[in-house]
């Protein structure tokens, strides 16, 4: 059964609809004041455990989770608009033409194939916290729901992108629910590493003592008495002026350079970087009773990884993890997926010699790049690594550049697979994972770059073409991993709740159930009681194994996850 939930008519109200699974209407709309939605919303939950159907989770879901009100499952129509609007199985369904144009508020934040999104200035400005109308209404969502529905069965593969749909709801829903719970977060060790590597908090908008010192040595070393490190375009100047013929100021091309100034330098950046990204001001914004909040963007990546907008809860440095302290009583379950992307690779491109290195005799999981250097490598492990990342990430020069031809040799399906993809991007055409999220349409603009008219012209565009394809080859597989990962944290999330004690009116912080604090594209964090980590531990492994099953079916090759156990984040690492 759906229960679809959008604005009201008036302003602070919210419109309730129960539907049966054909899309008929099981009830008559209903409309409820604001400040009774969270009631209203739990007492549904409790009676039919429906799918909530709504614009966007981040629009509702943060309100009920602070009036205590968790839900199963939704299905989040922005979310799956994104990925349905750009679908090849969805191409001749019509979907594009037919789907509800999106107001600006549910527009998902969007990154390159690597990127992250900024933009939030405040936890406290969090989406869905304001009352009054917001997206659409509830006639705006019976409709996108039903072209949803038929586009959905009515395209190539209906189960894939139903597979993809639901999970990338269910990542909505754990999304809202990490940002409410919050990663344990002690400020005062924090500040102490702040101390210990910066000095003490500067007045005003000055540099902290040590970053002050470290200028000063830069300015000497270069001979430019009124440089302002912080500058790009000023520092490049003087490291022209002092002889380092630099393109840019990137810490892998400063370190090709001798100079007494690249060792201060490459210093001030690493401690520019944690001033600015985390220091004192992060603190005060980003950390509240004892709790990281960040909020995650589902999907906010091109390829459908996950993004963060505000706290950086994506790249968690090293050097401020040693402030993430399980509470007493409780520890830290840090789980990875095993050289992931390779795995993937191999499924994809059912390439049974890369699934064989992955596993031993007897049928059991080992190091994938271990058994591709016993293949070919002489036993090289970082050779075979290298030679396999330069494959998925489209490397020609250097050193995977070398290895490359050694590892197509040997496995011709995984190299020619990805080969594919890399010749489609440049001739540009869409390539899609495998559960159906594919690239968006070229422009006009870059059509027209590829008409050539002079030799100068030509090289450009060969290059602009080689760009798209190192992009396509790596999405298919890039995708398609955070798809895995995706179902995976919707597997933990399910069997988490299955746990006994843990009813949503009990999971609450600190309240005694193990909670999902932390996602990092193929890593999760469980902030977990000390009497239950065995019991999650193995909740980990098998939500692993039904996210495999969930995409690929039974085949030959594992996704293993590494799993420990730590009460602090730093020595997970």
């Keep these: 059964m759906y229960a679809l939930l959008a604005t009201g008519p008036a302003p602070s109200t919210a419109g309730i609809q129960l539907r049966n699974d054909d899309g008929t ?41 602070a009036a205590q009100v968790r839900v199963e499952k939704c299905l989040d129509l922005a979310l799956c608009q994104n990925i349905l609007r750009n679908s090849e199985y969805a191409a001749t369904t019509g979907y594009a033409a037919n789907a509800l144009p999106v107001p600006p508020e549910l527009e998902p934040p969007r990154a390159g194939l690597f990127g992250g999104v900024s933009g939030q200035e405040s936890l406290f400005d969090a989406p869905g916290t304001q009352a009054g109308p917001r997206g659409w209404d509830l006639d705006n969502v019976v409709q996108e729901l039903g072209t949803q529905r038929g586009a959905v069965n009515s395209s190539t593969h209906p189960a894939r992108l139903s597979l993809l749909l639901s999970a990338e709801s269910a990542g909505a829903l754990v999304a809202a629910e990490m940002q409410y719970e919050g990663i344990p977060w002690r400020e005062d060790l924090h500040r102490r590493l702040l101390d210990e590597l910066l000095g003490p908090e500067p007045a005003g908008h000055s540099r902290p003592d040590k970053l002050e010192d470290l200028a000063g040595v830069l300015r000497t070393a270069l001979n430019a ?21 630099a393109k840019s100021t990137r810490s892998w091309e400063l370190q090709e350079f001798t100079h007494p100034a690249i060792e201060p330098l490459l210093a001030y950046r690493k401690l520019s970087r944690l001033f600015t990204t985390n220091g004192w001001n992060w603190l005060r914004q980003w950390v509240r009773d004892g709790r990281f909040h960040s909020e995650y963007v589902v999907g906010g990546v091109v390829s459908g990884r996950w993004a963060s907008r505000g706290g950086g809860a994506m790249q968690i440095p090293a050097q401020i993890r040693g402030a993430a302290v399980a509470d007493p009583g409780y520890t830290f379950i840090v789980a990875d997926a095993a050289q992931l992307e390779p795995r993937v690779l191999a499924a994809l491109a ?72 890399a010749r489609a991007g440049e001739r540009g055409a869409s390539v899609s994972t495998h559960l159906g999220r594919s690239t968006p349409a070229v422009t006009q603009e870059w059509w027209d770059g590829q008409r050539s008219e002079s030799a100068q012209e030509e090289r450009r565009a060969e290059s602009i073409a080689r760009s798209r394809g190192r992009f396509t080859r790596n999405f298919v597989v890039q995708g398609t991993a955070a798809e895995w990962a995706c179902c995976w944290l919707a597997e933990l999330r399910r069997r988490l ?22 996602f990092l594209h193929d890593e999760v964090v469980v902030h977990c009681p000390l009497g239950m980590v065995e019991e999650v531990t193995r909740i980990l492994h098998e939500s692993s194994r039904a996210a495999t099953d969930l995409i690929f079916g039974k085949i030959p090759l594992e996704f293993p996850v590494n799993v420990t156990v730590v009460q602090c984040y730093a020595d997970a690492k």
Aim: negative net charge; charged residues 20%; aromatic residues 6%.
């Design 497 to 518: 709740r299955a746990l006994p004690g843990a009813e949503p009116a009990a999971s609450t912080p600190g309240g005694g159930t193990p909670q999902l604090v932390a």
């Design 225 to 245: 008495p009124s440089l302002n490190p912080d500058s790009p375009q000023d520092l490049i100047k003087a490291l022209h002026r002092a002889g380092i013929d």
């Design 350 to 421: 059912q390439d049974t010699a890369m699934a064989a290195a992955g596993s031993d005799s007897a049928g059991h999981n080992k190091d994938l790049y271990a058994g591709i250097a016993a293949q070919g490598f002489g036993g090289d492990r970082s050779m075979a690594k290298i030679a396999l990342l330069g494959a998925i990430y489209g490397s020609t020069t250097g050193e995977s550049g070398r290895l490359v031809p050694q590892l197509a040799r040997m496995y011709p399906r995984a190299l020619g697979f990805v080969e594919q993809a």
């Design 25 to 65: 209407p099981a009830s008559a709309a209903l409309t409820v004041a604001r400040p009774g939605l969270a009631d209203a919303v739990r007492d549904l939950e409790a009676e039919h455990h429906p799918r909530w159907v709504w614009d966007r989770a981040a629009n509702w879901y943060p309100e009920l989770l």
